[in-house]
Structure formats: structure tokens, C-alpha cells
């Protein structure tokens, strides 16, 4: 039996991370890096791929980029060749990109995002992002993960996938109200519904699925929504963006090697209220 250290150790495994230059996805990516896989950060914005990889390298991990526009086949297709063509095998496969409205100072101008009149063309862009993304990218992955007989998808779902959003954090005085926009509580809760076929459908095999929720991550919010998100929270903050890195270790590793199908929720608390 392995010390327990060494179900950690991704040494010889290959990791794609979509969404792999965002706040959490260059936390994956490293996290991976740092664990021994190598890894290639993935993302629409090519430029900023490749200068992370280059970064990632820099510092003596194995790291290469991919440019990926999730929602179209023949991107997705060349993603996983890619890595399959410098590495022989797609191991770990984190799907991180998605559309996801955010409430902070990069973000000011952001919009109601009401129900009643919420634009159905937004609504068909965050489906085609959030789900059928994350649908091809299992899709191609997977094919090569079953030449090995052996893989770990994990899927970032949100706490907006479980419960529904309380829209009362985003009121601030004097201002319009906001809201979280219908689209992302559907597309994260899709998320699971895909997490829970996929694990299924791979019975009798070693290629697991799981879906990993993070709670908020603090990003340079304001301080009336930080305090307001974090009166809702058992443990009474908003996450450091490096908090949902030992989930994602573990997930990806022979850590959690009897686990599939499974939803690990890092929330601080959120959801058990």
C-alpha cells in the first residue's frame, strides 16, 4: 500500500484546464503543475495561454497552452490532439471555463440581469458556453481516456447550482437592484446532471467523474457585497482564491480513486445553513 502523500502524486499524468488563465483556473493549473502532471492551460484568450504556460515553465513545471473556443467542435478536437501529440494521453480533464457574471470592480457596469426580460440570445450563449462546452470537452477527452481505461473529469459547478441565489447580497443603497442571472443557476445545476451521467456511463471502468462547488472567492469585491456574502457563510468570509486547490488535488489524484459521480462542495459553509 502507497503512503498516503503518494496518492497525491501526478507524475507522468497529463492535465487540460479550460478557463485556464481565470482567478481559479491558473490556481488548478498550477496546483497540477506542482503536483507533477503536465499541464496545459487552455482558454479562449490565446495570448494570455501562452504567457501562463511560459510562466508555469519559467518556474521548472511542465506546462503548454492551448488556444480553445469551447463551444466549437473542431477547437475542442485540436485541444485534446494537441496534448495527446506532446504527451501520448489525456489523463485529467478540469472544466472551468463558463460564463459567470460577476459582481466586482473589474465589472462595473454590470446589468440587472432581471427574469421577466432577460434576452433570450444571452440565455442560448451562457447554454452554449456553460453546458455544451463543457459536454465536448468531456466528449473529446473522454475518447481519449478510454484508450487507457483511466481518467478523472471534474466539473466546477457553483453553490448557484444547488440552491437558488440570494439575489439581497448584490443590494447596495442609492443603487439599482441586481440580480445573478437566471442562466447561471441552470447552467451549474446542469452541470451535476451531466457529472451524474457521465460517472454512470463509465461504470465498470476507471474513468471517474466528479463535480467540485466552490463558495465565493473573494476577487477584489467591494465591501458592501463582501460583508453582505460573508454574513452568509458559516464560516464567516468569502474563500482565498488557493482554497479550492486541496479539493481539486484530490479529485484529479488517486486520492479519491473510490469516488465518481460525487459533488465535493468547498462553500465555507454556504449550503448548510
Known amino acids: ?6 496518492k497525491f ?18 490556481e488548478f493549473c498550477r496546483t497540477l503543475a506542482e503536483a507533477g502532471a503536465h499541464v496545459f ?18 518556474q521548472k513545471y511542465m506546462a503548454d497552452y ?14 485534446v490532439d494537441k496534448a495527446v501529440q506532446l504527451t501520448g494521453r489525456v489523463d ?25 426580460d432577460f434576452p433570450v440570445d444571452m440565455w ?5 458556453v456553460n453546458l455544451t462546452g463543457m459536454f465536448l470537452c468531456c466528449q473529446a477527452a473522454a475518447k481519449q481516456m478510454a484508450k487507457n481505461g483511466i481518467g478523472s473529469i471534474i466539473n466546477i459547478c457553483s453553490t448557484y447550482g444547488l440552491v437558488g441565489p440570494d439575489n439581497r447580497i448584490y443590494d447596495k443603497p ?15 445545476a446542469g452541470v451535476l446532471g451531466l457529472t451524474h451521467y457521465l460517472a454512470t456511463y463509465y461504470a465498470g471502468t476507471q474513468i471517474r467523474t466528479n463535480a467540485l462547488t466552490p463558495g465565493g472567492v473573494y476577487n477584489d469585491h467591494d465591501e458592501t457585497f463582501t460583508r453582505n456574502y460573508s454574513a452568509r457563510t458559516v464560516l464567516g468570509r468569502m474563500a ?8 481539486l488535488l484530490f479529485l484529479a489524484s488517486e486520492a479519491s480513486s473510490y469516488m465518481t459521480g460525487s459533488n465535493l462542495v468547498v462553500d465555507g459553509g454556504w449550503t448548510a445553513w
Not at 492551448?66 to 485541444?79: G, R
Not at 482565498?240 to 479539493?247: F, L, P, S, V, Y
Open 1 to 6: 500500500m502507497n503512503k498516503i502523500q503518494d
Open 9 to 26: 502524486n501526478l507524475s507522468g499524468r497529463t492535465a487540460i484546464v479550460t478557463g485556464g488563465t481565470g482567478l481559479l483556473g491558473k
Open 41 to 58: 492551460v487552455a482558454d479562449i484568450e490565446a495570448g494570455k495561454a501562452e504567457d501562463y504556460a511560459r510562466e508555469l515553465r519559467n
Open 66 to 79: 492551448c488556444a480553445v473556443n469551447v463551444t466549437d467542435t473542431q477547437s475542442v478536437n485540436k485541444m
Open 92 to 116: 485529467i480533464l478540469v472544466n472551468s471555463a463558463a460564463m459567470d457574471p460577476k459582481f466586482d470592480a473589474s465589472n462595473a457596469n454590470q446589468q440587472n440581469g432581471g427574469f421577466e
Open 124 to 128: 442560448r450563449s451562457a447554454l452554449d
Open 174 to 188: 442609492g443603487q439599482p437592484k441586481r440580480v445573478k442571472p437566471v442562466y447561471y443557476s441552470v447552467t451549474k
Open 240 to 247: 482565498r482564491r488557493d482554497e479550492m486547490n486541496g479539493a
